[in-house]
């Protein structure tokens, strides 16, 4: 049995904004005591003002994804200050949004580094204090791991590298019967601020691919899977029916992705190419939970809350339910986070 969240320490890498920030402020509501990390000091220092306002205590670590000391820093910190580690979850990213052909070395490198690299490092850095209470890995990823999609391959691959590491890691650890759970979240479209601070090679400007969701939404996911350990959720119905359609048809994917895959995800507003960007360096100032989308991001998802409501009773219907959707209807394109 894992702690309720009231009892539990969560450690949240890419705390400072998007899905990070909306889950720190959300895990503090429900009494958990919250340590948020990233580059962007002025944000985290934000960040833990929610967590406070919320009612929680929290404290901000600052630090890169990619190092490994900065790695076993945060957890240390999180350990020497609250005691344990119950829940781990790893948020942080960067993306380059670029036709395959345009994308350079050293951007290929700098988005495995931070969005596989960065959370296998935290992983085996979070382990021991894993062990010792029996706690979960959170690892946000993506339903495209499984579906890779134009000018995000970069990405993609990066996500489909970690879940296929993370796969492996859960079957080493239950061999070893050590009572930690790992758990992939598999968002759809969420109105992150990622759009804005994201590299793009394209002129125009990202958005995620509609439906557009609140980051609140996978929040709650996560908060969920901290007491009731899942091997994957899937969150919001256009999630669930890439997976499936995914299983179903991948061609009948290319030939959705081939009508809609460039102009699904932009808002056809210039951007100059050479706009400041993440990749490298955080850029200055609070980004907050949410991106440029509130007037167009749903604040629910009637898939994810029957999602979570079944999945507490151990019910497989909504899974029955999923597998029928799928089959049905598989007319979106791919979604992200």
Known sequence: MKRAL???VIVISGGSSGIGRALARAAAARGAKVVVAARNTEALGHAVQEVEDAGGEGLAVTGEATSEVDAESLCARAVERFGRIDTFVATVMVTVYAEAEDLEA?????????NFLGRALAFRAALPHLKASRGTFIDVNSGLAYRGIPLQAAYCASKAAGRAYFEAARVELEKHKTGVDIC???PGGINTPQFDRG????????QPVPPIYQPEIVAEAILHCAEHAQRELPVT???QKLLWGQKLSPRAGDLVLLRNGWIRQSTGEPKPIDSPDNLWETIPGDPGAHGRFDDRARASSAWTEARLRLGKSGSVAVLALSAVGG???????????
Request: hydrophobic residues 45%; aromatic residues 6%; proline residues 3%.
């Open 199 to 206: 590299r793009q090679k394209l002129g125009v400007q990202p």
């Open 184 to 186: 992939l979240i598999l």
């Open 237 to 239: 119905w256009a999630a």
């Open 327 to 337: 089959a049905i209807g598989y007319h979106g394109i791919t979604k992200r986070r």
């Open 106 to 114: 050293e951007e290929l490198r700098r988005v495995m580094d931070v």
């Open 6 to 8: 009231a009892e539990q």
